[in-house]
């Protein structure tokens, strides 16, 4: 009994970490920084970096850069209605920023600067319902449209930058199939000044991790029977092997984890 209920653990355990990994496919192709206050690019910046890429030809990644500012007054005026929420202020694919699913509408057109998005947690409490694609909102002054509404129960508007004097201390690049570009990533923000970056966390680091653990349950077996054949006279040095391997497991994740930022 108690056999079968670590196979059927294991093989839970198994199934679960796959499905995640599968989830975390699309990080394989991203890279992201986060930047200090100070450091953070901005609209300026970044708008010269898109348009002068593109004049060249040269291929551009997917690339997003966003902020959060929390507790901002988001109005129903309609109804008058008024609650806080976090402002999340997004310059170029909103899409990408944004890693909620949608529940309704889309993302809006990048060009539209009275384009937004709410959570479904935010438009519950200002508006009593979730089917609020086309409606207004006001939020810092300004009027938007909702044109999508994301799964999420918390209390958000994502709203396009403004070309006023945003900074971005999160900035996500996409190079969808062409993986090898990625180590460009770091020469193409340095050649337009866009700071130096505290983070950077390439995608296929969480993606092997997320594939190590997917298969633990494999190594864990491959280990059993590695021990079984050895026999038990040798199960001290089985122990220090065992903990040696783990130490440097340890070292060699954390060297990498360095080298990465």
């Given at each position: 009994?108690?056999?079968?209920?670590?196979?059927?653990?294991?093989?839970?355990?198994?199934?679960?970490?796959?499905?995640?990994?599968?989830?975390?496919?699309?990080?394989?192709?991203?890279?992201?920084?986060?930047?200090?206050?100070?450091?953070?690019?901005?609209?300026?910046?970044?708008?010269?970096?898109?348009?002068?890429?593109?004049?060249?030809?040269?291929?551009?990644?997917?690339?997003?850069?966003?902020?959060?500012?929390?507790?901002?007054?988001?109005?129903?005026?309609?109804?008058?209605?008024?609650?806080?929420a976090?402002r999340?202020?997004?310059?170029?694919?909103?899409?990408?920023?944004?890693?909620?699913?949608?529940?309704?509408?889309?993302?809006?057109?990048?060009?539209?600067?009275?384009?937004?998005?709410?959570?479904?947690?935010?438009a519950m409490?200002?508006?009593?319902?979730?089917?609020?694609?086309?409606?207004?909102?006001?939020?810092?002054?300004?009027?938007?449209?909702?044109?999508?509404?994301?799964?999420?129960?918390?209390?958000?508007?994502?709203?396009?930058?403004?070309?006023?004097?945003?900074?971005?201390?999160?900035?996500?690049?996409?190079?969808?199939?062409?993986?090898?570009?990625?180590?460009?990533?770091?020469?193409?923000?340095?050649?337009?000044?866009?700071?130096?970056?505290?983070?950077?966390?390439?995608?296929?680091?969480?993606?092997?991790?997320?594939g190590?653990?997917?298969?633990?349950?494999?190594?864990?077996?491959?280990?059993?029977?590695?021990?079984?054949?050895?026999?038990?006279?040798?199960?001290?040095?089985?122990?220090?092997?065992?903990?040696?391997?783990?130490?440097?497991?340890?070292?060699?994740?954390?060297?990498?984890?360095?080298?990465?930022?």
């Open positions: 009994m108690k056999r079968w209920m670590t196979i059927l653990l294991a093989a839970g355990f198994c199934i679960t970490a796959i499905l995640l990994w599968r989830e975390l496919k699309d990080f394989g192709n991203q890279i992201f920084y986060e930047y200090g206050e100070t450091d953070a690019p901005g609209c300026e910046v970044l708008d010269r970096l898109a348009e002068a890429e593109r004049s060249e030809g040269n291929p551009l990644p997917d690339m997003a850069a966003w902020t959060v500012e929390e507790n901002v007054e988001v109005e129903n005026r309609s109804l008058g209605r008024v609650k806080k976090d999340m202020v997004v310059w170029g694919d909103r899409e990408l920023a944004v890693r909620r699913g949608l529940a309704a509408g889309n993302y809006g057109y990048p060009s539209d600067p009275r384009a937004c998005v709410i959570s479904r947690g935010l409490e200002l508006f009593g319902s979730s089917a609020v694609v086309g409606l207004e909102v006001r939020c810092q002054g300004t009027d938007y449209l909702v044109r999508g509404v994301t799964q999420d129960d918390r209390r958000m508007v994502i709203v396009p930058a403004s070309g006023s004097s945003d900074r971005f201390p999160y900035v996500l690049l996409d190079y969808g199939a062409d993986r090898g570009a990625k180590s460009g990533a770091d020469q193409l923000l340095y050649r337009y000044d866009a700071g130096s970056a505290r983070y950077r966390v390439d995608g296929e680091i969480c993606l092997a991790a997320a190590f653990f997917a298969f633990l349950p494999v190594w864990a077996a491959l280990g059993r029977s590695l021990s079984a054949y050895f026999g038990r006279e040798k199960r001290l040095l089985r122990r220090f092997m065992a903990v040696s391997a783990a130490a440097l497991a340890a070292a060699a994740c954390i060297r990498m984890l360095g080298a990465e930022g």
